[in-house]
Structures are given as structure tokens and as C-alpha cells.
């Protein structure tokens, strides 16, 4: 699924949707959208797990298949104390990038982050 089909399918999902098609196309272009901490230029096809099947989705504080990353990290946390720690030393969207093997990785590297602005970050399950 193309990177700009699953931001327009979340903000269908929004109570007040803000995104169009046009201002994701300037996000592109001004290097505003990242995934796993790096920034894209251009749209790109994301291996997700069918968005509409609730089975198939992890149920870390999810919403339609997306996962606000507060949820998301409140949730990691819970699950266990030293994520917490783990987290505040690599940064949320960087850990993925680091060499380092341990439990928290294996957990997110089910996952895709996904930094649509300032302010809007979202979670996604990948596809296995």
C-alpha cells in the first residue's frame, strides 16, 4: 500500500480530518514525512497488514489499524519497566536504527512509524 494511501485512509478515520492529497504531495517535496526516523521525498509501498481485518492488527491501543504513539508507547511501557529507559536513551523513532538486539526491537520491528507532521505520529503493524 502506497505511504500516501494510508495517510489519506487515516485521516478518514479522524473526526476532523486535515490532510489532502495535495498538501501530502508538499510534505514530500519539503522532506516533512518520515518513516522509522528518516525522512522520504517520495511515496513509497509500505507492507501493512490488511487495515480492515481487526484480527490482524496488534492491539497496541489501535484504532482502525492505526496506533496513536502515545498509545503505542504507554502500552510498551506497561508490558515493561525497562522500555521505559531503553526509550528516553534511543528516542522513539530512532531505537529502530541502532544495532542494537534486545527485546524491545524485536517488538517494534513489527511495527512502522510513521511522522506526518510536528505533532502527528502514528503506528502501523507491518505486514510478516
Request: aromatic share 10%; net charge neutral.
Given at each position: 500500500?502506497?505511504?500516501?494511501?494510508?495517510?489519506l485512509?487515516?485521516?478518514?478515520?479522524?473526526?476532523s480530518?486535515?490532510?489532502?492529497?495535495?498538501?501530502?504531495?508538499?510534505?514530500?517535496?519539503?522532506?516533512?514525512?518520515?518513516?522509522?526516523?528518516?525522512?522520504?521525498?517520495?511515496?513509497?509501498?509500505?507492507p501493512?497488514?490488511?487495515?480492515?481485518?481487526?484480527?490482524?492488527?496488534?492491539?497496541?491501543?489501535?484504532?482502525?489499524?492505526?496506533?496513536?504513539?502515545g498509545?503505542?508507547?504507554?502500552?510498551?511501557?506497561?508490558?515493561d519497566?525497562n522500555?521505559?529507559?531503553?526509550?528516553?536513551?534511543?528516542?522513539?523513532?530512532?531505537?529502530?536504527?541502532?544495532?542494537?538486539?534486545?527485546?524491545?526491537?524485536?517488538?517494534?520491528?513489527?511495527f512502522t512509524?510513521?511522522?506526518?507532521?510536528?505533532?502527528?505520529?502514528?503506528?502501523?503493524?507491518?505486514?510478516i
Amino acid at each position: 500500500m502506497k505511504l500516501s494511501e494510508i495517510i489519506l485512509l487515516r485521516e478518514k478515520f479522524k473526526p476532523s480530518p486535515t490532510i489532502f492529497s495535495r498538501d501530502i504531495k508538499q510534505r514530500f517535496k519539503n522532506g516533512q514525512i518520515k518513516i522509522d526516523g528518516e525522512i522520504i521525498k517520495e511515496d513509497i509501498d509500505i507492507p501493512v497488514m490488511n487495515m480492515n481485518d481487526p484480527h490482524q492488527v496488534f492491539g497496541f491501543g489501535q484504532d482502525n489499524g492505526f496506533i496513536n504513539a502515545g498509545n503505542f508507547i504507554f502500552d510498551l511501557i506497561k508490558t515493561d519497566e525497562n522500555f521505559k529507559h531503553q526509550l528516553m536513551i534511543f528516542g522513539f523513532e530512532d531505537i529502530k536504527n541502532s544495532n542494537i538486539k534486545n527485546d524491545l526491537i524485536e517488538i517494534m520491528d513489527n511495527f512502522t512509524i510513521i511522522r506526518i507532521s510536528k505533532k502527528d505520529v502514528f503506528v502501523i503493524k507491518k505486514k510478516i
